[in-house]
């Protein structure tokens, strides 16, 4: 587990979020039944505010400071998801073509996404079904992207 700046509570799960500076490195998918966090400072604030108008409104362009770690490569795979619109989901192959790259690669950059929802790692799913997310191919983290996907399909 996490040294978490703050845990929010969203509406599939919590959210743990990590802090260097003023900002965001990480953002993570917590069980429901984590504790959420009473002592936010202004970063925390305008976080919880930029999630409160994305579940307003699923095509929200979130005005937040945030810097994903990762590899050249897992860098520019993020990038590219960043420029996927809510509601309309790619697929890992469709992306990998796009980028000149496998597939399976992009899954896996996919998987190590440190900032999910800003950087919209949800919005690739595989050629017959939904695929995997944050590594894992059943269960709760697939339960938040089912969610994640029919919640922006208001944005259409």
Request: charged residues 15%; neutral net charge.
């Amino acid at each position: 587990m996490h040294d978490y700046d703050a845990i929010l509570d969203a509406p599939p799960c919590r959210l743990g979020a990590i802090f260097t500076g003023d900002a965001l490195t990480r953002l993570d998918f917590l069980p429901a039944d984590t504790p959420v966090s009473s002592h936010w400072d202004a970063r925390v604030r305008h976080l919880a505010r930029e999630l409160d108008a994305y579940w307003q409104n699923p095509a929200h362009a979130f005005d937040l400071l945030f810097v994903p770690l990762g590899t050249p490569f897992q860098l520019r795979v993020w990038h590219a998801l960043m420029s996927i619109p809510a509601g309309q989901p790619t697929t890992y192959g469709g992306l990998a073509k796009q980028l000149g790259t496998a597939a399976r690669a992009v899954g896996q950059a996919c998987g190590s996404n440190p900032l999910p929802l800003l950087i919209p790692c949800h919005r690739v799913v595989a050629a017959r079904g939904l695929g995997g997310f944050m590594h894992s191919a059943v269960g709760a983290p697939l339960d938040v992207k089912t969610w994640l996907l029919a919640h922006e399909r208001r944005a259409d």
